[in-house]
């Protein structure tokens, strides 16, 4: 495999940086020029996701040899947080590494004040991001960019990952397996942490399509009354006693779906790293496939579950007019559209999980539809 040409990469939203007069960027640049003058060594940093498919690469980095492993570094703000592709980069960057003991290879930057990164959030990316030895940028960022306390600042950023950067180096040479032996047992001893945390995670896979159906449910008796209603020439304060009736049977689904999104996310992302460590070692030894045998059958089932509707169908969705018929209508609307962001933090591990698996020695598994 190709070796990947960079030591780590910038995870961040293009529209902080605008928006934030190219400071971003400007921080990334003084960190390198830091790094060559304190090291010697030049820390190339990737920056542009767009120019080429960084995300296989760094991927595949991980997988296959711990000491290429790139540090990951959030540009960590609250469109940060609310962006599906920094979420996704950040899940599966933790996700490998951590199934290696490098997620200390995760550096996030606090770039501006977000609290919703707490250590008991509901929202697993925030408790990630809160857990990890974060460094804090706030008062920083607008600051002078030569002033003392920022350049300061910048030489200690460039010497923690100096020294993060020898310590990669020292679990590579600690991991790597001493014979096939060795390799089995490891596997063995993930596959009994996958499967003690399988059947509640199986659980929690299965929200979605029960949430679906109730609210699916709930919206076409109302609905149908309200037709009923207009075409008998009711009168309107009927039709908004419906309307309020509706907003209170979807509220509670709604908000049910909310915590149950957010318990498959965190239990997702809780298997990741032992998923990941399983797969990792049958592809080295491909004799071990069998014993996946369990997780790739959780997985399929769990494909079932996840997989999204048609887009005609409108899950979730409600007529034109009815999202703001009433408050209550329009809180179980916000609440359910906000679960959507966890259901895909899970779904983007599931399906990965998946695609890799399909690459091993197994039988043919689903195909994708």
């Known amino acids: 495999m190709e070796p990947v040409p960079f030591d780590a990469f910038l995870s ?28 010697g060594d030049e820390l190339e940093v990737f920056v542009d996701r767009d120019s080429i498919s960084w995300g296989d690469r760094w991927r595949d980095a991980i997988t296959s040899a711990v000491g290429s492993v790139p540090f990951f570094i ?21 996700g490998q590494a951590s199934s290696q003991g490098l997620d ?3 550096l996030p930057i606090m770039f501006i004040d977000t609290p919703s990164v707490v250590e008991d959030s509901d929202d697993e990316v925030c408790a990630i991001l809160a857990r990890s030895q974060w460094v804090d940028w706030r ?15 910048v030489n200690e950023l460039a010497l923690r990952l100096r020294d993060l950067k020898a310590e990669a180096k020292t679990i590579a040479v600690v991991a790597t397996p001493i014979n096939e032996a060795d390799s089995s047992a490891n596997l063995k001893e993930v596959i009994r942490e996958i499967d003690d945390r399988l059947p509640t995670w199986m659980e929690s896979v299965e929200f979605d399509r029960v949430a679906r159906k109730y609210w699916q449910s709930s919206l076409d008796v109302r609905l149908e009354r309200i037709s009923r209603l207009r075409a008998q020439h009711a009168p309107q304060s009927a039709i908004f006693a419906t309307l309020l009736q509706l907003g209170s049977e979807l509220l509670p689904i709604a908000e049910n779906r909310l915590a149950k999104a957010q318990s498959y996310a965190r239990l997702t992302i809780e298997l990741d790293p032992f998923v990941n460590a399983a797969i990792r070692s049958v592809t080295e030894n491909p ?26 169908k409108s899950s979730y969705g409600l007529p034109n007019g009815i999202a703001r018929a009433n408050k209550r209508i329009e809180a179980a609307n916000a609440v359910v559209q906000g679960s959507l962001q966890y259901a895909n933090d899970g779904n983007e591990v599931v399906l990965s999980w ?9 039988e043919p598994v ?4």
């Open 12 to 39: 961040y939203t293009h529209e902080d940086n605008a928006r934030g007069g190219g400071r971003i960027l400007a921080l990334s640049n003084a960190i390198k020029d830091e790094f060559a003058l304190t090291t």
């Open 74 to 94: 959030p540009i960590v703000t609250p469109k940060y947080i609310r962006s599906a592709e920094c979420r996704k980069e950040l899940i599966q960057f933790y």
């Open 104 to 106: 200390r290879l995760l």
């Open 139 to 153: 008062s920083h960022r607008l600051a002078n960019a030569n002033s003392p306390e920022v350049l300061r600042a």
């Open 287 to 312: 004799q071990n496939a069998h014993l996946l045998n369990s997780l790739r059958d959780g997985i399929n089932e769990a494909y079932l579950n996840i997989e999204p509707p048609d887009a005609d």
């Open 354 to 362: 998946r695609e890799r698996l399909m690459r091993l020695e197994f």
């Open 366 to 369: 689903l195909p994708l539809l």
